[in-house]
């Protein structure tokens, strides 16, 4: 079986150096290369980055095979996927606002959902949605990890390591204003791409904890995982999408050469 790659990025701004990097690491693992575009954020995402970002790949060499799939063109494969939970009895409306997730939440530290809309009577659920409260749709992870049982993972680095879904709760697998969230989409698609190794961020090693239990509960097949370092600048700080100058677009713009930035990311791996 060949080795089938992906970047997925959000078109939420222009690409900088460390999303470069990240989809350097996973075309140059050879094989086939694919793109997704994660933009089910409605009220982030723009249609000129996502072009912005084909270009900045092109203009990198980072040349993908096959038609790019974008997500916001697919949600009525998400709605299936929820069905199928749904109809396991795994899922549940969550109608708490930001303002009461952020109140629940110690300062600073990844939100765990305390549950609180799980324990609603069947009576108060239905009054709400019949009142029109927005309400995400949440997995019930206790449920869940019972139905799923021991899971494992292969992480290059790690070698096969023990699933611990239960750390990141109940996640949210449908947002308020769209049938889909990251977790759910992330997991289908790559499964529908036929993606081998998923190769990503350190920043999203924590999620494959649940990714592996959505893969299980769906049926689908598990990728091999590896997650990249992330780059730093100068002051060792993490780059991030408003750190403008360090956006491809801007790179292009003062000159640099493509293979520039290539030697960078062989001396950073
Ligand atoms: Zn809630």
Same mark, same amino acid.
């Given at each position: 079986?060949?080795? @089938?790659?992906?970047? =997925?990025?959000?078109?939420? !701004?222009?690409?900088?150096?460390?999303?470069?990097?990240?989809?350097?690491?996973?075309?140059?693992?050879?094989? #086939?290369?694919?793109?997704?575009?994660?933009?089910?954020?409605?009220?982030?995402?723009?249609?000129?980055?996502?072009?912005?970002?084909?270009?900045?790949?092109?203009?990198?060499?980072?040349?993908?095979? !096959?038609?790019?799939?974008?997500?916001?063109?697919?949600?009525? $494969?998400?709605?299936?996927?929820?069905?199928?939970?749904?109809?396991? *009895?795994?899922?549940? &409306?969550?109608?708490?606002?930001?303002?009461? %997730?952020?109140?629940?939440?110690?300062? *600073?530290?990844? &939100?765990?959902?305390? !549950?609180?809309?799980?324990? +609603?009577?069947?009576?108060?659920?239905?009054?709400?949605?019949? =009142?029109?409260?927005?309400?995400? +749709?949440?997995?019930?992870?206790?449920?869940? #990890?019972?139905?799923? *049982?021991?899971?494992?993972?292969?992480?290059?680095?790690?070698?096969?390591?023990?699933?611990?879904?239960?750390?990141?709760?109940?996640?949210?697998?449908? /947002?308020?204003?769209?049938? =889909?969230?990251?977790?759910?989409?992330?997991?289908?698609?790559?499964?529908?791409?036929? #993606?081998?190794? @998923?190769?990503?961020?350190?920043?999203?090693?924590?999620?494959?904890?649940?990714? @592996?239990?959505?893969?299980?509960? %769906?049926?689908?097949?598990?990728? @091999?995982?590896?997650?990249?370092?992330? +780059?730093?600048?100068?002051?060792?700080?993490? %780059?991030?999408? /408003? $750190?403008?100058?360090?956006?491809?677009?801007?790179? /292009?713009?003062?000159?640099?050469?493509?293979?520039?930035?290539?030697?960078?990311?062989?001396?950073?791996?």
């Amino acid at each position: 079986m060949s080795t @089938v790659t992906r970047f =997925a990025p959000s078109p939420t !701004g222009f690409l900088h150096l460390g999303h470069a990097f990240s989809a350097w690491c996973a075309w140059r693992r050879g094989g #086939i290369f694919r793109l997704r575009l994660e933009d089910i954020d409605a009220t982030r995402c723009r249609p000129e980055y996502a072009a912005a970002i084909l270009e900045d790949l092109r203009w990198l060499g980072l040349h993908w095979q !096959g038609e790019v799939r974008v997500q916001s063109a697919h949600l009525a $494969d998400y709605r299936a996927a929820l069905d199928q939970l749904a109809a396991r *009895g795994l899922l549940y &409306p969550c109608f708490c606002t930001r303002r009461e %997730l952020s109140l629940s939440a110690p300062h *600073g530290a990844t &939100p765990v959902y305390p !549950g609180t809309c799980k324990h +609603l009577s069947a009576a108060a659920r239905d009054e709400k949605i019949a =009142a029109g409260t927005p309400y995400a +749709l949440r997995l019930d992870s206790e449920k869940a #990890i019972a139905q799923a *049982g021991a899971l494992k993972f292969f992480e290059e680095s790690q070698g096969w390591t023990e699933a611990q879904p239960a750390r990141l709760g109940d996640a949210v697998l449908a /947002r308020k204003e769209m049938p =889909a969230s990251y977790h759910l989409c992330v997991v289908h698609d790559d499964a529908v791409q036929n #993606i081998t190794h @998923v190769i990503r961020g350190r920043d999203l090693a924590e999620a494959t904890h649940l990714h @592996v239990l959505l893969q299980n509960l %769906l049926g689908l097949p598990a990728p @091999v995982y590896a997650h990249h370092r992330l +780059l730093r600048d100068a002051q060792g700080k993490r %780059l991030a999408k /408003r $750190d403008g100058s360090e956006s491809l677009a801007a790179f /292009r713009q003062s000159g640099i050469q493509p293979q520039a930035l290539l030697a960078r990311f062989e001396d950073e791996a």
